[in-house]
């Protein structure tokens, strides 16, 4: 990447970039308003695309001028910094999310609303991606993660993979280069998702509509729903079930419910997830994570690590455990 400009020549540079043909493009947008945590402080320049096109200028244009680059869908699984971000905030939402059904393949945009994505494919009589029909994302951000739930991901039914990288040019990746594992793919540091092709089984519409408003149902009763938060902070795997029991429990045996730092809370309904209680800042919530992993490492022994990601002013995309407390410099 080139050298990094300086804040006046960056400024410059943004504003050049917004008059383009990129999209949407709006600067000093609060990055509260952009994730489901509804933390963290403005960026200098958000940008909404509609076309891969518009997604590869962009991508380009900051890989020319050494400019951060942070691509979100609906921020569900980010914790944004509150001095906010030093570059380009990229969403990829409902302005790139088309979904075409044809057969048994559905093929989608990189910012197709999960939930819609669920209940086109049941609509079409096609199963397999019933366990994401409750996760609140896009398809891009779920696919680069392999996101899923009961011990599923969305890598399961994923043929291929559409993708711009670093330098704004498109790269298609087959299911085998992208590597699924549980909540991790090859996909990761690659460039943005902004197409999707997943293959799925026919099956009976009503069988499927009865198990995602089973999954609904299951949802609604475990994880809390009226309070900002990034769904679960802990990495959970097969693993650590079949040895300590899933995150949710571990935090909550350690009696961890409940805990508040400021506005940041360990959830009373389900102890993986951290809850902002009005205004919970972005270190309260880096605190409490600490402080979590400390008491079960104490405790059991055992060393919890982050599904969610921390977002440095400067771009930085990390592990939240990866943070030290009271700064962003990695832990050795």
């Known amino acids: ?48 695309p509609e076309t891969v096109a518009q997604v590869g200028r962009v991508c380009a244009f900051a890989d020319c001028h050494g400019i951060p680059l942070v691509t979100i869908g609906q921020g569900s699984n980010l914790l944004f910094d509150d001095a906010g971000l030093r570059g380009i905030v990229l969403k990829v939402g409902s302005r790139l999310g088309r979904v075409e059904v044809d057969g048994q393949r559905i093929r989608a945009e990189g910012g197709a609303w999960v939930p819609g994505l669920a209940r086109r494919a049941m609509r079409a009589g096609l199963t397999g991606l019933e366990h994401i029909v409750g996760i609140p994302g896009t398809i891009g951000g779920l696919v680069l993660m392999n996101g899923g739930s009961r011990q599923r991901g969305v890598g399961e039914n994923v043929e291929r993979v559409e993708l711009v990288d670093p330098g704004g040019r498109r790269r298609v990746m087959s299911r085998e280069e992208c590597r699924f594992a549980y909540r991790h793919s090859a996909l990761q540091g690659l460039g943005v998702v902004v197409g999707v092709e997943l293959l799925c089984a026919r099956g ?6 009865r198990a995602m408003l089973a999954d609904l149902r299951e949802r609604r009763g475990k ?10 902070v802990f990495l959970s795997s097969p693993e650590m079930h079949a040895t300590v029991g899933p995150p949710g429990r571990i935090i909550e045996n350690a009696g961890l419910k409940g805990l508040r730092i400021g506005d940041a809370e360990v959830s009373q309904q389900h102890a993986n997830f951290i809850v902002n209680r009005g205004r919970a800042t972005s270190a309260q919530i880096l605190e409490l994570i600490v402080n979590i992993r400390q008491v079960v490492a104490q405790s059991i022994g ?22 030290l407390k009271g700064g962003c410099d990695r832990e050795e």
Do not use: H
Not at 310 to 321: E, F, K, N, R, S
């Open 1 to 48: 990447m080139a050298e990094a400009c300086s804040t006046q020549d960056r400024s410059v540079l943004l504003a050049e970039l917004s008059r383009a043909d990129v999209g949407r493009s709006r600067p000093g947008a609060l990055l509260a308003e952009l994730t489901t945590w509804r933390v963290g402080g403005p960026a200098d320049l958000l940008i909404e």
């Open 204 to 209: 009976e519409t009503q069988q499927i509509r």
């Open 223 to 232: 994880f809390p729903r009226k309070e900002p938060n990034c769904g679960s």
């Open 302 to 323: 055992f060393d919890l690590r982050c599904e969610v990601r921390y977002v440095t002013p400067l771009g930085q995309i990390m592990p939240a455990d990866r943070v």
